[in-house]
């Protein structure tokens, strides 16, 4: 709902904010994993990398395949360490 001057309400911004953060920008995943942009880029070519999908011309990952497959990852190709 509107106010009278136009701006969205407090509540709608919100809800706005919590569902972007659901989703990541490349860059965004570049950073969380101290990679370049372009590291990020090949992985989602090559089918690599986590989830992704595009909205218009932006590549946009779900923050849960992202943990998933950093997950995974780690699963995969973890060494040493205490397993109790």
């Known amino acids: 709902m509107a106010s009278p001057d136009g701006s969205v309400d407090g509540m709608a911004k919100r ?3 919590s569902v972007m953060e659901a989703y990541l920008t490349t860059q965004e995943v570049a ?5 370049p ?4 880029r090949y992985w989602r ?3 690599q ?3 992704s999908f595009k909205v218009g011309r932006r590549v946009l990952y779900r923050r ?3 943990e998933r497959w950093a997950n995974e990852r780690y699963a ?3 060494r040493g ?3 109790a």
Do not use: Y
């Open 37 to 40: 942009i372009e590291t990020v």
């Open 31 to 35: 950073a969380r994993f101290r990679t």
């Open 49 to 51: 990398g986590p989830a």
């Open 15 to 17: 809800e706005e904010e």
């Open 76 to 78: 995969a190709t973890s």
């Open 64 to 66: 849960e395949d992202v």
């Open 45 to 47: 070519q090559q089918g």
């Open 81 to 83: 360490g205490d397993a």
